[in-house]
């Protein structure tokens, strides 16, 4: 954070001055904006980008209000989680995301996760689709129906307290000694690293372009020569295998820690 950006911080944190308040909410109001661009979410009829953005502002008034300067994390990376929390909790409120999409997306991460114990490894996109008794084409569909839950999981999975670790810092130096020093969860952060490593090409791209390079599914689609369909199927299978996979390394970090104190 440059030294004008701390001095603002510091002055409104300590003062609640509501001029510095309209001065950060205008500074920052175009980062909503920017995430609800890059969700590329079809709203439901007599909907439009605004009733997102305006949810999005809602987070960020949020963020302002809880934002600490003095943590090693730029306000944009701690803002966008909130934003687009924001931003998902008003699609609930309009009934966009049904129940029976979250029952699905428990259903794809639970039979994931199965597999995973009684093979030893990560499963194939083939294995879990043969364990759920699916189709090809069935399998793809069921991507695309919980595509919305897995567009936002991986900016800041790794959090501690207040602070938080975003994927792009992890995929550019998956070694950095700064995250590793910040957090006591350096173990998931390296695993993190070592999982999206391990993630067949396309996927591994779609995750790199979309966090780290900053761009829309859309044109992640016309770099890879698919479209933009494909590429968020591509996008929702990387984020299931990461999330099963750093989820399967804290139930086994947690079933530890009971059997210890037994």
Not at 228 to 254: N, Y
Request: glycine content about 4%; hydrophobic content about 40%; proline content about 4%.
């Amino acid at each position: 954070m440059q030294d004008n950006d701390l001095r603002v911080w510091r002055e409104y944190v300590n003062t609640r001055d509501p001029k510095l308040k309209e001065e950060l909410i205008r500074r920052y109001a175009p980062l909503v904006k920017y995430i609800v661009s890059r969700m590329g979410i079809t709203l439901p009829r007599g909907f439009d980008e605004e009733d997102l953005v305006s949810a999005g502002i809602m987070g960020l008034l949020e963020a302002i209000e809880r934002f600490n300067p003095e943590r090693n994390v730029k306000f944009e990376t701690f803002a966008s989680l909130r934003i687009k929390g924001a931003i998902v909790d008003e699609l609930r409120k309009l009934g966009w995301v049904p129940r029976t999409v979250h029952e699905k997306l428990k259903k794809l991460e639970t039979a994931r996760l199965s597999l995973m114990s009684k093979l030893g490894r990560d499963p194939t996109d083939e294995e879990v689709r043969e364990c759920l008794n699916l189709s090809e084409r069935e399998y793809e569909k069921l991507l695309e129906e919980v595509r919305v839950l897995t567009l936002f999981p991986l900016d800041h999975f790794i959090e501690l307290e207040d602070e938080e670790v975003p994927v792009k810092e992890v995929i550019s130096d998956p070694m950095q000694v700064s995250i590793a020093q910040a957090l006591e969860e350096e173990e998931l952060v390296g695993e993190l690293a070592q999982s999206i490593s391990e993630l067949p090409e396309k996927e591994r791209l779609v995750i790199t372009l979309y966090y780290y390079e900053g761009l829309t599914l859309k044109e992640i689609g016309e770099v890879l020569g698919v479209s933009e369909a494909r590429a968020c199927q591509l996008h929702s299978s990387a984020i299931l295998k990461l999330r099963a996979r750093l989820k399967a390394l804290m139930l086994g970090e947690a079933l530890a820690e009971r059997k210890s104190r037994g």
